[in-house]
């Protein structure tokens, strides 16, 4: 990596600052005055400091948002807000969600700029279950219990979905528990019923739950043991 991108990933300083602050000589490598932004070095086994004080090496960091309304899944987006603008953290565009919210939907997102940790919450392959809370147009038929375990075809879709979970709370509010993540995959289940889903609210993603000490908008770095809940 080189040493301008290591400082300025640990730091949070803009790589043009970082410049100015190397030629002012604040910045040592192995104990050596260094001037060059551009030498490459090898985070966790070089020794860097700036003014004396040493930098760690960038680790990855992870998140929890409450997306409100109105926000898209994305770190930009020329039409509307995103979800990464709520982040006010240094280089909040390198962030990506860990599965994506419709902007009409509300509740749980986890941002990471570890890819690995991301692609065991996002892969088929390890069937995490997500929980969500909809509210419905029409009263849900408790048919639609047995349906969502037998699998739905959606339109314009020939394969079934995988087997859903499905509680039903009152005649126009439900759980629902998915292990994939098609596109508004919930919203088509209820339209292959004939239902239409007013109001979508994700609590869950595997392990972890949405901290109710969050309002929309709002966010927190996961803990440590949240992180580690989600095993390879």
Known sequence: M?????????????????????????????????????????PGVDSVCLNGEPIGAPGPRYLMLYKPEGYVSASDDPSHPTINSLVDIPRNDELHCCGRLDIDATGLILLTDDGKWS???????????????????????ASAVQAFLDGLKLHGEHKLTKPAELDIL?????????????????????????????????????????????????????????IASIKP
């Open 170 to 226: 009152s005649p126009n509010e439900a759980i629902v528990y998915l292990t994939e993540g098609r596109y508004h995959q919930v919203k088509r289940m209820f339209a292959a019923l004939g239902n239409r889903v007013t109001a979508l609210h994700r609590e869950q993603i595997g392990p972890i739950s949405l901290d109710p000490a969050l309002s929309p908008g709002e966010y927190r770095e996961l803990t440590v043991a949240e």
């Open 2 to 42: 080189r040493l301008d991108k290591y400082l300025s990933q640990a730091t949070g300083i803009s790589r043009k600052e970082i410049h100015r602050i190397m030629h002012r000589g604040e910045v040592s490598l192995n104990g050596s005055e260094t001037l060059n932004p551009a030498q490459h070095i090898e």
């Open 119 to 141: 692609h065991r919450i996002t892969s088929p392959r390890h069937k995490l279950p997500k929980r969500y809370r909809v509210e419905t147009a029409d009263p849900i038929d």
